[in-house]
T-cell receptor, first 113, second 118 residues
Framework: DAKTTQPPSMDCAEGRAANLPCNHSTISGNEYVYWYRQIHSQGPQYIIH???NNETNEMASLIITEDRKSSTLILPHATLRDTAVYYC??????????????FGTGTRLTVIP | GAVVSQHPSWVICKSGTSVKIECRSLDFQATTMFWYRQFPKQSLMLMAT?????????EQGVEKDKFLINHASLTLSTLTVTSAHPEDSSFYIC??????????????FGPGTRLTVL
């Protein structure tokens, strides 16, 4: 699975959009981009995933560049409860067998009142 | 979404004792469960992959005789830390892959178990 690079930490004002970048310059054509987050002392929570097209769900939007070498997770209106470590993961999707996720160091997002 | 539970949520034990941690998928069947370990201020590290009815696959550097994994049913996997030592103190997290999941094969994570070995 391709490696990812994320800034170690970011701050965001409450109510503003939080834009979390991720570089995955060695991503291959069949690898998806996934985002998870982990609130302190809890298990990770799935946020969103995508392959080529931009994606949006009730939690966030995912913007993937045309060359797929980087992506940005957008939390449109950050709240204090969004304070967490955000992990960007790229991996091949297997229909059978294991789909284990390899977590990097992530970005620690702090939402400031 | 699917719910994964872990029990206990925290445990304190004496050095040399064994501790069992349970991971259950509450409202779905999980053909595959994963066990992770997370030390303070570090990322999650995959320990092993557990498939129902077969032996677990351990990641390099993880002692299979120390971390016993059993996946006896489609809704339960257990991790037993045998002869625990203080260096085994960590946050243990399981995740479950949904049987018959849609194409993105989402994994669902448990809330974690904090183990402290005195």
């Amino acid at each position: 699975d391709a490696k990812t690079t994320q800034p170690p930490s970011m701050d965001c004002a409450e109510g503003r959009a939080a834009n979390l970048p991720c570089n995955h310059s060695t991503i291959s054509g069949n690898e998806y981009v996934y985002w998870y987050r982990q609130i302190h002392s809890q298990g990770p929570q799935y946020i969103i995933h995508g392959l080529k097209n931009n994606e949006t769900n009730e939690m966030a939007s995912l913007i993937i560049t045309e060359d797929r070498k980087s992506s940005t997770l957008i939390l449109p209106h950050a709240t204090l409860r969004d304070t967490a470590v955000y992990y960007c993961i790229v991996r091949v999707l297997h229909q059978t067998g294991a789909n284990n996720l390899f977590f990097g160091t992530g970005t620690r997002l702090t939402v400031i009142p | 979404g699917a719910v994964v539970s872990q029990h206990p949520s925290w445990v304190i034990c004496k050095s040399g004792t064994s501790v069992k941690i349970e991971c259950r998928s509450l409202d779905f069947q999980a053909t595959t469960m994963f066990w992770y370990r997370q030390f303070p201020k570090q990322s999650l590290m995959l320990m092993a992959t557990s498939n129902e009815g077969s032996k677990a696959t351990y990641e390099q550097g993880v002692e299979k005789d120390k971390f016993l994994i059993n996946h006896a049913s489609l809704t339960l996997s257990t991790l037993t830390v045998t002869s625990a030592h203080p260096e085994d103190s960590s946050f243990y997290i399981c995740s479950a892959r949904v049987f018959g999941a849609p194409s993105y094969n989402e994994q669902f994570f448990g809330p974690g178990t904090r183990l402290t070995v005195l």
